[in-house]
């Protein structure tokens, strides 16, 4: 049997976690809280090249992870997230989105610090929108970033 586990600060990789779940049947849980016994399809927030909440669960358990994050797919790297993770299965990149009203200070602080290296280095039509859901809050939740993993979980049937 397989289950959904996420690990969500902001609720972007929660929301992707249950909306995988109602598509495909699979029950949802927060890090902590799956059964001990499950395979895992893992959704975890990215954090340079941290899937934060990965190390909080048994690792060879995991089928697949989906990776949130606020950047364009074809910047992210796969091969770093999995080195760094010491994963090897499959991930799949979702683009979330920021609810500064769930951020701490020192989080607000280090999106702030983000964005004003962004702005220095220069803006253009794809980091543009990335500034300014650091600054102002945002989503680039989308469902269609579930297909692959869709597919994906059937064939594992």
Known sequence: ???????????????????????????????????????????????????????????????AVGVVGLDTQGRFNSRAVSDRNDLKVPLYYLRGWIDKSKLNPLDKGVLLAVAVMMKLQGLNEFNTPIFNAMRQGGSFYDEKYLDPIETFIKSME
Not at 18 to 27: C, H, I, N, P
Not at 54 to 62: A, G, L, M, Q, T
């Open 1 to 63: 049997m397989t289950v959904i586990v996420y690990s969500s600060k902001s609720g972007s990789s929660r929301k992707y976690a249950e909306s995988l779940g109602a598509r495909v049947g699979l029950s949802v849980y927060a890090v902590g809280e799956q059964p001990s016994d499950e395979r895992i399809v893992f959704f975890g927030w990215l954090r340079k090249d941290e899937v934060v909440g990965v190390r909080d669960v048994d690792r060879s358990k995991i089928i």
